[in-house]
């Protein structure tokens, strides 16, 4: 039987977010039936929801970090059981056969990933569904090889973000190599940024954060940064010149990156987490002068989410948030333009 989902969707660029109505399918033998407690709200949602990338299918339910606990389970599944608590993060199918997926780096599948909202989805058609619908919702049906299980010792609100914030900070740390004795800049302070700072800390670096005021000064103090830099200083932007061996850079609006990139030490990378939707000038001979790099990072594979998700829990890490009722969604998406929350909004599904 289909079940019956409550949700808010957008149903057009220029207008708000409004309740909505629409069908999940029911589990076959490998899905997994999870009641969505909390999903957070992330700036790809807001770009999606305005179309801003020119491909959005309306009506659509944005929402890619959830966070519930499974109500049915099927006939195949092992991994987990009716009560679990559990997440879906960016994605909920991919190929399972070209080469990044056979390396558990599935968000990077050679025909594309199935993105938990806004994908074909052919699984979706006995219930008339043609495109995937996300988390501002309050149930999904999700295959049991793209579910990760949340630990015990993270609260689920808290949890939400980290299946895009935390996973998508996390990748790129790891694969660049940080550690003890390496020195990361992160870009903003926002619902990646903060992330940032906090598990790269307890990997061991020495954290500095670069923003455009003093505001969130105290804050990147106590997240683990040892050191904080207003990129307009020109003086301490020269004095910080070739110091870093990695920039995390999660701004997701059009920003001055070229001075940023001789703060790179030789062979470091700057890696772009924003999803900007335009161009970002960067100059050759900054570049080459120093074998630096200028890179991008996609969320990660189902596995490192497990592994990040045990990482935060080991080392009591869990995203800032403000929870808020669905309604409040619309309210959420222009303060959040306005950069105006610290650091991840969450809906609270159970006040849909």
């Known amino acids: 039987m289909p079940i019956a989902t409550r949700a808010f969707a957008a149903v057009a660029a220029d207008k708000p977010l409004e309740p909505y109505g629409f069908d999940r399918r029911d589990p076959g033998p490998d899905d997994v039936a999870i009641e969505i407690k909390f999903c957070g709200v992330c700036h790809s949602d807001l770009h999606i929801a305005h179309n801003d990338l020119g491909t959005t299918r309306y009506p659509i339910v944005p929402g890619h970090e959830i966070a519930g606990v499974v109500t049915a389970v099927g006939s195949n599944v092992s991994r987990f059981k009716e009560g679990d608590r559990v997440g879906v993060g960016c994605m909920v199918d991919s190929c399972r056969q070209c080469q990044p997926c056979l390396a558990g780096e599935e968000q990077y599948c050679v025909p594309g990933m199935t993105q938990t909202y806004g994908s074909p989805d052919p699984k979706g058609a006995e219930v008339g569904q043609k495109v995937t619908q996300g988390g501002y919702s309050d149930r999904i049906t999700v295959d049991q090889n793209y579910v990760v299980t949340i630990p015990d010792s993270i609260p689920l609100d808290a949890a939400a973000p980290l299946l895009c914030a935390g996973i998508t900070t996390y990748s790129p740390l790891k694969?660049?190599?940080?550690?003890?004795?390496?020195?990361?800049?992160?870009?903003?302070?926002?619902?990646?940024?903060?992330?940032?700072?906090?598990?790269?800390?307890?990997?061991?670096?020495?954290?500095?954060?670069?923003?455009?005021?003093?505001?969130?000064?105290?804050?990147?103090?106590?997240?683990?940064?040892?050191?904080?830099?207003?990129?307009?200083?020109?003086?301490?932007?020269?004095?910080?010149?070739?110091?870093?061996?990695?920039?995390?850079?999660?701004?997701?609006?059009?920003?001055?990156?070229?001075?940023?990139?001789?703060?790179?030490?030789?062979?470091?990378?700057?890696?772009?987490?924003?999803?900007?939707?335009?161009?970002?000038?960067?100059?050759?001979?900054?570049?080459?002068?120093?074998?630096?790099?200028?890179?991008?990072?996609?969320?990660?594979?189902?596995r490192e989410t497990q592994e990040m998700l045990d990482f935060c829990a080991e080392h009591g890490l869990a995203c800032d948030i403000e929870v808020i009722a669905p309604s409040q969604i619309n309210e959420a998406y222009v303060r959040m333009e306005k950069s105006d929350v610290r650091y991840r909004f969450v809906l609270d599904m159970a006040q849909l």
Do not use: C
Not at 203 to 208: L, P, W, Y
């Open 175 to 302: 694969h660049w190599k940080v550690g003890p004795g390496s020195k990361v800049a992160v870009i903003g302070l926002g619902g990646l940024g903060h992330m940032a700072v906090k598990q790269a800390a307890a990997m061991g670096a020495e954290v500095t954060v670069l923003s455009t005021s003093d505001r969130k000064k105290a804050d990147a103090e106590r997240m683990g940064a040892k050191h904080f830099l207003i990129n307009s200083d020109k003086a301490a932007m020269a004095a910080a010149a070739e110091k870093f061996d990695l920039i995390i850079n999660t701004v997701s609006a059009t920003h001055e990156i070229a001075s940023h990139v001789q703060l790179l030490a030789k062979d470091g990378t700057m890696v772009m987490l924003g999803l900007t939707t335009e161009g970002l000038p960067v100059y050759a001979m900054g570049l080459l002068w120093r074998r630096r790099s200028v890179a991008g990072s996609l969320i990660g594979g189902i």
